[in-house]
């Protein structure tokens, strides 16, 4: 048998992440929470360590936040801010549940002020929920997306702050409100994404942006396929992603499959649960 090496190569990274100790769905704030929805807190907590664990065996750093017992999302540490280059735009959340996330964020970066320089922001932003970066594009772009929680005016805020170019996307199907949840960055160069979550001016922009996006399908969006996180080679997706993971590892990456079923009863995923750091 002929073993092909993936030809891919991973680049060391940090992440935040915030055990879900405290999870629950007690209100609803998109289509994927329902409060009569039975939630195990213990299995989510077991599921959760499993992520942590595999992206530390994949020789990630991964610093851990303290859960706040009031704040049953604040496992969706990819929400509560988004930096580049070491400059940090603090998020500021649409609803008032939410809130309290945003202060213990920027405690966590006030507290490495050597490391981070950290602007609160005026505009309301859900962090790396609608912000995603790829360094190597175009010398280093963000993609923004609004529709649902970021307000657009924030996307011009994070231009500010983090002086790179910012391309606003709109969203347009309520499952899929947050940018991570319809789009993910494979490397430093490119994404896959999911069309119709997108407006078509949007599409057409990611098109001319980048040819050679993976495309995704509306099954690999409903099974948050899109909400992965990428070291450039091993791409973490959760166990629903079976086909998306055969068409990613055709394509020279190594799907590395975890079990999040819990935390899909609040709309997340992979991605939402973790914060990168680039320092
Ligand atoms: N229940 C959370 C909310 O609706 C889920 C957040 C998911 N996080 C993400 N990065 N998409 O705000």
């Not at 998109?30 to 664990?53: E, G, S």
């Not at 490119?190 to 995704?216: G, K, T």
Request: glycine share 8%; aromatic share 10%.
């Amino acid at each position: 048998m002929i073993v092909t090496e993936p030809a891919r190569t991973a680049r060391p990274r940090t992440y935040l992440m915030c055990p879900p100790e405290h999870f629950k769905v007690e209100y609803v704030i998109n289509p994927w929470m329902h409060t009569d929805t039975p939630v195990d807190t213990a299995l989510a907590v077991k599921q959760w360590q499993r992520l942590h664990d595999t992206v530390v065996d994949l020789g990630h750093e991964v610093h851990v936040l303290a859960p706040g017992d009031d704040l049953p999302d604040m496992v969706f540490a990819a929400n509560g801010a988004f930096s580049v280059d070491g400059v940090v735009y603090g998020a500021r959340f649409r609803y008032p549940q939410r809130s309290a996330e945003a202060d213990v964020h920027r405690a966590f970066y006030l507290a490495r002020a050597d490391k981070w320089r950290f602007v609160a922001p005026t505009q309301v932003n859900e962090g790396e929920g609608d912000f995603a970066y790829l360094p190597a594009a175009h010398g280093g772009l963000i993609l923004a997306g609004y529709g649902f929680r970021t307000e657009p005016a924030a996307h011009s805020e994070a231009q500010e702050v983090l002086g790179r170019p910012v391309v606003s996307l709109r969203l347009v199907d309520p499952r899929f409100y947050h940018l991570d949840t319809a789009l993910a960055a494979l490397d430093d160069a490119n994404i896959i994404y999911y069309p119709d979550a997108f407006s078509e001016s949007s599409r057409a922009v990611l098109r001319q942006l980048f040819p050679d996006a993976v495309v995704a399908t509306e099954d690999d969006a409903m099974a948050f396929g899109l909400n992965l996180v990428s070291d450039g080679r091993n791409v973490l997706l959760n166990t629903d992603c079976g086909p998306l993971a055969t068409r990613l590892a055709t394509a020279g990456y190594n799907p590395v499959l975890v079990e999040l079923a819990e935390l899909k009863k609040g709309g997340g995923s992979v991605k939402c649960c973790m914060a990168e750091l680039r320092g």
